[in-house]
């Protein structure tokens, strides 16, 4: 079968081109898919379908069967025709059947086919191109002739009389081929750098999908960690607020108690008093001078001292409560809270310093872990060390932003923690955390837990009831907080000063170990 024949009966009656994505109907009629789609989207108003074709009627819209043998033959037509879809020019001399053209003469302004091409290219006054369907657009609109020159001053296309006679006369000008060469190779280059900031894009869309995934990763976590820390801030706000209301109310309790024992007090007096009077009134020496209770009847002062500064304290501080204060301290844990929450994303890499540590203390090979020994390391006798005590300082110090670190000390009863200034004493018996000026610690002695700084103590309110525990620094706010890592955590105390050294962490165990946790 000839090309133009096969063409013929690869065609779409519909859109009169070559098939695309070909389907048919019961009747057997081939059409493209959307060509077909788009004849059942009209007739669908009228409700009676219909093939285009033959005008076989449907009681409802066909259905659609895909052809893939007609598919396949498509495919295969202009895989080896690859110019017959592309050009839409035919033949001139194929009057009965339209072949497609493969190339054109602007001499005689045709279009042939492979069969006619033979006979015409002997000619040597033809010239060929491309298949074509605008032959002006291939000639001066001056001179109607061809275009054969490129006038680079211009830059626009001309032919013989624009260069010999007309406004391009005496112009720079180029052959089409070799002009054309030289813009294929500018536009080359310009591919070249497209190729180049296209991949340079794609690396930054590939990036930016990576940081996309690690940004969803973060924002699950958060998202769990914002629904947990608000979860226990309203339990907090809660129990702050119950706290705050209880201490409201006791003050009218307190004043009410009081009022009741200056009453039974009051009744108590007007008792002494009638029976005083009583013995104002006896004429009977010997009955007065034998009343056996006298002496507590005369003594007027019991008590009323105490009285009078109860009474004093109630009446102008309200009972002694500062409300402003309790939820100041209250709601400043809360906002510290979320500092650890988010400002604080992972724990510092805090190692020890060995050069530091007593000759009383036994250090790991990975500078985390402190342990008692009873046997003397024998460490040189440096000025950093620590003599009297089994202590050691951290490596790292930090002198601004937010930080905080972690202690397992679930392995000992006798353990100090803290931070200090890297002049602290370290000769002498006030070098111990928290007895100088210089240091905050957090302590435990057997059973008893405890805060201290500058050798003042302060006993916490209720043990710590988890083996860990968190030292966070805040270094601009001048604040060292404590914290038991429970379920949820929970603070414990905040140290508050001006600092005007860097800190370092500083840790003591007196019998069994401790153990800093975390850090990369």
């Known amino acids: 079968m000839a090309s133009g024949d096969l063409r013929a009966e690869l065609e779409c009656s519909v859109c009169l081109n070559i098939y695309t994505d070909p389907v048919n109907l019961k009747c057997g009629h081939n059409f493209c898919w959307v060509c077909i789609n788009h004849v059942l989207d009209t007739q669908e108003g009228s409700g009676n379908y219909f093939c285009p074709l033959c005008r076989k009627r449907f009681r409802s819209r066909p259905v659609l069967h895909r052809n893939i043998t007609l598919r396949n033959i498509v495919e295969n037509f202009l895989s080896a025709h690859p110019d017959q879809e592309e050009s839409g020019v035919f033949c001139t001399y194929c009057v009965d059947s339209p072949v497609p053209a493969v190339r054109s003469c602007l001499h005689c302004e045709v279009s042939l086919c492979d069969k006619h091409l033979k006979v015409h290219k002997k000619s040597p006054e033809h010239i060929l191109c491309d298949p074509t369907l605008s032959m002006e657009s291939r000639k001066c609109s001056v001179h109607k002739k061809i275009l054969d020159y490129y006038c680079t001053e211009d830059d626009t296309c001309i032919c013989v009389s624009c260069r010999l006679d007309g406004e391009h006369q005496g112009h720079q000008v180029e052959m089409l081929d070799e002009a054309s060469e030289k813009k294929k190779e500018t536009l080359r280059n310009v591919l070249q750098k497209l190729l180049t900031m296209k991949e340079e894009m794609e690396g930054r869309v590939q990036s930016l999908q990576e940081h996309r995934r690690k940004v969803e990763e973060k924002a699950a976590g958060d998202t769990e960690r914002v629904t947990a820390l608000f979860r226990d801030l309203r339990r907090r706000l809660e129990d702050l607020e119950k706290r705050v209301l209880k201490e409201i109310s006791g003050q009218a309790e307190r004043v009410s108690v009081f009022t009741r024992d200056l009453e039974i007090k009051k009744e108590e007096l007007s008792r002494k008093m009638r029976h005083i009077e009583k013995l104002c009134t ?50 400043s844990d809360i906002i510290t ?169 500083v840790l003591c165990v007196c019998i069994g170990c401790i153990k800093i946790c975390g850090g990369t």
């Not at 988010?342 to 203390?361: M, R």
């Open 282 to 331: 006896m004429t009977d020496p010997l009955t007065v001078l034998q009343e056996s209770d006298t002496g507590d009847l005369c003594d007027t002062e019991d008590g009323d001292n105490e009285d009078r500064e109860r009474h004093e304290e109630l009446l102008h501080d309200g009972g002694g409560l500062d409300v402003a204060g309790v939820l100041h301290t209250g709601l």
């Open 337 to 505: 809270e979320v500092n650890v929450y988010f400002y604080i994303q992972e724990a510092a890499d805090i190692l020890l310093n060995v050069n530091t540590a007593g000759n009383k203390l036994h250090i790991s090979d990975d500078r985390k872990m402190l342990s008692w020994s009873d046997r003397n390391q024998k460490r040189p006798d440096t000025p950093e060390r620590f003599t009297d005590y089994p202590q050691v300082l951290s490596s790292q110090s930090f002198s601004s932003g937010r930080h905080y670190w972690e202690v397992d000390v679930g392995g000992s009863l006798f353990w100090r923690v803290g931070m200090c200034y890297p002049s602290m004493d370290r000769k002498d018996l006030q070098a111990g955390i928290g007895k100088n000026n210089k240091s905050w610690g957090l302590i435990r002695s057997r059973n008893r837990y405890f805060v201290r700084h500058n050798s003042t103590e302060a006993p916490l309110s209720t043990n710590i009831s988890s083996n860990r525990v968190r030292i966070y620094l805040d270094y601009e706010a001048g604040r060292i907080s404590l914290y038991d890592l429970c379920d949820p955590i929970r603070h414990l105390h905040t140290f508050t000063t001006t600092f005007t050294e860097p800190l370092h962490a």
